[in-house]
């Protein structure tokens, strides 16, 4: 956990078990647009980041490319702290929907504008196949790895700016903590380590 939340590269975390080719790799991002705008800026280069690993990934260990983005839904989590007047099931059920398709639309954004001609060819190559899960994310992103047997997640360890050097998410911590298979870690653009070097 160290390495994770220090190193100011990628860190490579390879089970001892694990395969020596990977069939299957799962890019877990995240395209919520609900951030400030800085915020905003790091986990949207950050999210090209990780697809561009991902991808280049893929294509050398000619695997399987999956991409996740979990979402949890708004609307329902200020209506359990809210007054609302009495809204029917139905109504309730086209507003999460409303929220599904605008996560739909990010996610698809994302995977055809991700900034870097070479990774948008790869991509156009490998097909990666996306899944858009509701629910949090330091549970369906391990249920979702488990699924489909894959062999490396890559993933970011942002979790909020203005701190030097960033601090590791809890949501990155607990999902090392559930899986089996390896994972490739990305620090946002501009990480800065809080490690010094003595003189």
């Given at each position: 956990?160290h390495?994770?939340?220090k190193c100011?590269?990628?860190?490579?975390?390879?089970?001892?078990?694990?395969?020596?080719?990977?069939?299957?790799?799962?890019a877990?991002?995240?395209?919520?647009?609900?951030y400030?705008?800085?915020?905003?800026?790091?986990?949207?280069?950050?999210?090209?980041?990780i697809?561009e690993?991902?991808?280049?990934l893929?294509l050398?260990?000619?695997?399987?490319?999956?991409?996740?983005?979990v979402?949890?839904s708004?609307?329902?989590?200020?209506?359990?702290?809210v007054?609302?007047p009495?809204?029917s099931?139905?109504?309730e059920?086209?507003?999460i929907?409303?929220?599904?398709r605008?996560?739909?639309?990010?996610?698809d954004?994302?995977?055809?504008?991700?900034?870097?001609?070479?990774?948008?060819?790869a991509?156009?190559?490998?097909?990666?196949q996306a899944h858009?899960i509701?629910?949090g994310?330091?549970?369906?992103?391990?249920?979702l790895?488990k699924?489909?047997?894959?062999d490396?997640i890559?993933?970011?360890?942002?979790a909020?700016?203005g701190?030097?050097g960033?601090?590791?998410g809890?949501?990155?911590?607990?999902?090392?903590?559930?899986i089996?298979c390896?994972?490739?870690?990305?620090?946002?653009?501009?990480?800065?380590t809080?490690v010094e070097?003595?003189?």
């Open positions: 956990m390495l994770l939340r100011p590269c990628p860190v490579w975390l390879v089970k001892p078990e694990a395969p020596r080719a990977y069939k299957r790799i799962l877990a991002v995240d395209v919520d647009e609900s400030l705008s800085t915020e905003l800026v790091t986990r949207h280069a950050l999210n090209v980041q697809l690993m991902a991808a280049y893929a050398s260990e000619f695997a399987d490319l999956h991409v996740v983005h979402w949890d708004v609307y329902e989590a200020i209506s359990g702290f007054f609302f009495e809204i099931p139905e109504k059920a086209l507003n929907e409303q929220e599904r605008q996560h739909q639309q990010w996610l954004t994302l995977l055809r504008n991700n900034g870097n001609i070479a990774t948008r060819d991509l156009g190559y490998l097909k990666p858009l509701k629910g994310a330091s549970k369906e992103i391990p249920a790895a699924r489909l047997q894959v490396c890559v993933m970011g360890t942002v909020r700016t701190v030097r960033f601090i590791m809890n949501t990155a911590e607990t999902i090392l903590e559930q089996e390896s994972v490739l870690a990305i620090k946002p653009p501009g990480f800065v809080p070097l003595e003189d």
